[in-house]
């Protein structure tokens, strides 16, 4: 028995060697933690503007990218509370209230003062309402005609004189200012340069009742609208509602009827907001702003958040950098926000320092829809695109499928189609589309064709097809080669865009040639016959009211050519509905009537509309609390800094016959700028070295003993 065991001992050890032997590996874990911050975290730089402001007054400026500027210096009665851009919150206002959608009053702040020490009173709202529309420009005219000026007046005068402030002059003064207007603006300009609030005619002036805007006390002021106006505060909530400083605009120029103010323009003032002017870059390629220091809600409990003081000192504002720039500098963490058309998401995210560490969609911010329209018009009162059927043909010939297809990034398509001329982010949209049973158009060649027969024919032309095939009225002439207007400079995308149009458009036989023109060119778009036939451009709203600022913006012949509408839509029904339609009160009533407008709208097809896409910018993952607005922009003043920490977690295992006994840890500096790893390393295979040699051991002393025991001296 005992030569059988010691025959096996041999293989008894190699078993337990073998089951012992996972102890000897060395089981390694390292935690490495990298850490993004920005290189001075008193700055935040914003290079996604591709152009700069085309000015800085708040009375003048209409471009997108002015929003987060004008909203970061002045502020208004009420302001958009925060992404929320269908509600408003009381910044300026304490408080307001109407009764009937048409006088409202505002209780104004006491307490809030420009840098400079001037407070803000009923006054001041008088003043910079009044000069906001004095001075004609774009934001003035545009966003107030019909509500506080009226445009029949406007267009006999050309002067935009807010309602009522004629008689109050011509009451207080006995200036025939009634039926002068020229004398009127003359006057009104004279008083908002010299303003003087304690002058007695001027306050008479201001609290005549029956104008515009009143003033009924030294906090207390009433604003007056044409018609009831449901949705008013949401466009008093814009930048053209700023408040502004009597005494800065006094002494810089003043007032003058339909004219900008130069000095401001270049320059910029001061508002009552978190944020003022330091610097200002030539032609407007660069302003850096720096923290109010004398900001009237510093201190201030229970204030609207979008009213917060600012969190980051320095905004530095680079305007118009080239592609190559916006890219390396946010690669290279020396941008925190910055932005890139879509063909080149992926460039971005490839020279990104840190994408090993740090995923696409944190720092790729997509935003929604846009509140917006983006189409081909068809210019129904020139040839060939005042025929119907040939405005459904183009309808039906476009392939919306291929045009989504360009929008697409990981998987996702970041746009949707639609049927305007309501954009898909407002509520009404939908309620329409379900009462009228609509949906949007689709590719369908074969109805495409049949429709541009029928057109051929109502027109006297045809058209050959690829194969050879002509078809329409063959007696008639052959349809010309028909130019598509686009505004310069396009991106990569609208000219993928335009390159599908065009191809499909050849498969029906319709020829197609691509114009791009510079803005001043479309300014002379004010007549049917001085608007191409088809052009390629987009609408968006001014405020968030999608019938007033959509829908008969595009729609209305009021508003023909550049104005909005550059198909020259101009059917009696829609001319009558939309005389009430924007100040109906009842908003079940405006819904059923918009559902009729959009029936007809559908037959009549004046524009194609094309894919919406997502607003996106790309922003450092330490930026936080980064609130956008589709109207306004982005409030730099709630942004702040928090470093942004990741930790990895590495296990490695190898085999070893010398056991580790060290433990380390290592902290040090990546080369990457605002950014440190620290890795610790541990090591426990002494521990298991240590047991498994005394197992080893246990295990042969143990046969060993037995070995004797059974076998005596004979072992």
Sequence with gaps: MSQNIKAFLPILIMIVGFLISPIFLLQSSAATTITIA?????????????VPPDALDPATGFYVQDGPLFNAIFQELVEYNGSNYLQVVPVIAQNWSTSNYENWTFFIRQGVYFPDGVQVNASTVWFSLYRT????????????????????????????????????????TGLPTTKNATLAAQVLASILSHFNANNQTIQKIMEYPYQAVVVKGPYEVEINTLEPYRDFLLDLANW????????????????????????????????TGPYVIKYVGPSLSEILLVKNPHYWAQNIANI?????????????????????DRVEDFATNQAQISYVS??????????YEYNKYVSFNQVFLNLGYQAAVFYLSLNMQVFPTNITPFRQAIAYAINYSALLSIFKFQNQTLAINYLGPISPVFPVYNEVMQLDDLHPFTYNPSLALHYLNEAGYEGHFYVV??????????????????????LAPVNELEQEELTIIQENLQRIGISTSIKYVLPSVTDNWVTPSGTPAIVDLGWYPDWPDPIFQELIAQ???????????????????????YNTLPFLTNQTQQTLEVAKVYKILYQEVPYVYLPNPVNYYFVQPYVK?????????????????????????????????????????????MTMPSMTSTSTSNNSTLVYAAIGIVVVIIVIVAVVVLLRRRGGPGF
């Design 38 to 50: 920005p290189s001075n975290s008193s700055i935040l730089v914003d290079v996604s503007q591709t």
């Design 133 to 172: 529309i004095l001075m004609g420009q774009g934001p003035g005219v545009s966003n107030y005609i019909e509500l506080l000026f009226n445009a029949t007046q406007y267009g006999q005068t050309g002067y935009a004189l807010p309602w009522g402030v004629a008689n109050a002059i011509q009451q207080v």
């Design 240 to 271: 053209w509602g700023a408040i502004v400083n009597p005494v800065y605009v006094d002494q810089h120029g003043g007032v003058q009827p339909n004219s900008a103010n130069s000095y401001i323009n270049d320059n910029g003032m001061n508002g």
């Design 304 to 324: 609207p958040t979008v009213a917060e003081p600012a969190h980051i000192p320095i905004i530095d504002i680079k305007y118009g950098l080239s592609h190559t």
């Design 342 to 351: 879509l063909p080149f998401l992926q460039q971005m995210y490839s020279a």
């Design 465 to 486: 097809l690829p194969n050879g095939t002509a078809i329409g009225d063959t007696n008639g002439s052959q349809l010309p080669t028909l130019t598509i207007y686009a």
């Design 555 to 577: 729609t209305d012949v009021l508003y023909g050519g550049i104005s909005g509408n550059l198909a020259w839509v101009n059917i009696s029904t829609l001319q009558q509905i």
């Design 625 to 669: 609390n980064f609130v956008y607005n589709p109207f306004i922009g982005y409030y730099y003043n709630l942004m702040y800094y928090q470093p942004y920490t990741v930790t990895i977690t590495q296990t490695t295992t190898t085999t070893s016959p010398t056991p580790l006994t060290t433990t380390s840890t290592t902290t040090s500096t």
